[in-house]
């Protein structure tokens, strides 16, 4: 099976712009995770989501969104963008037989100026 | 609220030497405890999880639940073992991990 991809792995923007990730789970897996990885805070649990809900949801602003589609591809979505909102944000998928074990995509590395 | 801490940020050992990567955690209900590993390069991924208690690349970890630990062991260390460990914890039907601040290991040939 194919891993889990994310796109695009490098971007740029500035403050005050707004910014798309997109994730492709591996096929069969309906729950896609979102973490932000940063060297200062480490890696933390955005949010989570499943047969298109939000099933759960780390301590983040409502900046921070996402959404899932029916063929499990996940978006997450940043507004308003702030420098410290630079970080590798990883998607994960989950395969429906085991709780907790969580596959990971490369990452998209994002850089505010 | 739930926490994981590894104290060590940097532990180095030599090529055969044990190794251990110590993990402590704090969690009110019953804890799904994981280690994730990173080698250079590579995506996270799954190291071993303690309800399958298996050994994975000859990595053990067992929970204690009394002192709220889930160490990571290794009787003889080899070079490819070097890379970042990061302990996790999550719950039955949750799909979300609480990450540790993670461990880089390096083994000195």
């Known amino acids: 099976k194919a891993g889990v991809t994310q796109t695009p792995r490098y971007l740029i923007k500035t403050r005050g712009q707004q910014v798309t990730l997109s994730c492709s789970p591996i096929s069969g897996h309906r729950s896609v995770s979102w973490y932000q990885q940063t060297p200062g805070q480490g890696l933390q649990f955005l949010f989570e989501y499943f047969s298109e809900t939000q099933r759960n949801k780390g301590n983040f602003p409502g900046r921070f969104s996402g959404r899932q589609f029916s063929n499990s591809r996940s978006e997450m979505n940043v507004s308003t963008l702030e420098l410290g909102d630079s970080a590798l944000y990883l998607c994960?998928?989950?395969?429906?037989?085991?709780?907790?074990?969580?596959?990971f995509g490369p990452g998209t590395r994002l850089l505010v100026l | 609220a739930q926490r994981v801490t590894q104290p060590e940020k940097l532990l180095s050992v030599f090529k055969g030497a044990p190794v251990e990567l110590k993990c402590n955690y704090s969690?009110?209900?019953?804890?799904?405890l994981f280690w994730y590993v990173q080698y250079s390069r590579q995506r996270l991924q799954l190291l071993l999880r303690?309800?399958s208690r298996e050994s994975i690349k000859g990595f053990t970890a067992d929970l204690n639940k009394g002192e709220t630990s889930f160490h990571l062991k290794k009787p003889f260390a080899q070079e490819e073992d070097s890379a970042m460990y990061y302990c996790?914890?999550?719950?039955?039907?949750?799909?979300?991990?609480?990450f540790g601040t993670g461990t880089r290991l390096t083994v000195i040939p």
């Open positions: 969690y009110s209900g019953s804890p799904e």
């Open positions: 303690h309800i």
């Open positions: 994960a998928s989950s395969s429906p037989d085991s709780t907790g074990t969580q596959y």
């Open positions: 996790a914890l999550s719950w039955a039907g949750a799909n979300n991990l609480f």
